[in-house]
């Protein structure tokens, strides 16, 4: 612990400078699930992914594996420009000492700021700023992340479980369908989902359904 305490009592600039920029690299790690699921599409992918999944009633089929690691790549490619903004205006000035650590949090904060606020409903961003009794707000930068972050949060709540809604209405209409059938035929003591499991997977390949639905999700973000 004393060697740790020394290393910024040092009076060497090139070493304090190395322990910050490490300090600032491990909060980054430690931070990256909750920046990852809260700041990014990550959520909106997820939720709208395990919907599908249950409408299919294919039970764990995609296994949670998949469909996690799907929604992480597109999570990283919808927020690529995101991500290279702000290595190019923060990141790298930072690490280069062309900046200080306030300046690049700014700079970082800028580009995430803006992806957020044009995905969140103006009655939640209200919601928050309201409660905080958060005045004087002309651009994007002057908003608060504390009331960003949450209004950001439940605005791809709202958006993932309406495109959920969505998505549920053509299968449903198969299973009340076939269970009608069922029900003609006096069948009732067979489970209508085991019949009209084949179908919904049948009517979701021949719709190219996975193209249809990772396409609504970037085109949502576009």
Known sequence: MNEFIDIFSGTDPETVSTAVQLLILLTIFSLAPSILILLTSFTRIV??????????????????????????????????????????????????????????YDRASAPVKHFMADHTRQNDLQLFLNYTETDGIETIEDIPLTA?????AISELKTAFTMGFLIFIPFLVIDMTVASILMSMGMMM?????????????????????????????????
């Open 47 to 104: 939720i709208v992914l395990s919907f599908t999944r249950t409408s299919l009633a294919t039970q764990q089929m995609p296994p949670n594996q998949v469909l996690i690691g799907i929604a992480l790549f597109i999570t990283f490619f919808i927020m690529a420009p995101t991500f290279q903004e702000i290595n190019q205006e923060a990141l790298s000035p930072l690490m280069n000492e062309e900046i200080g650590l306030e300046e690049a």
């Open 148 to 152: 960003l972050v949450p209004a950001f």
């Open 190 to 222: 067979l489970p209508p989902v085991m019949i009209s499991l084949p179908f919904k997977v049948l009517l979701f390949v021949l719709v190219d359904g996975w193209h249809l639905i990772v396409e609504s999700l970037l085109s949502g973000f576009n």
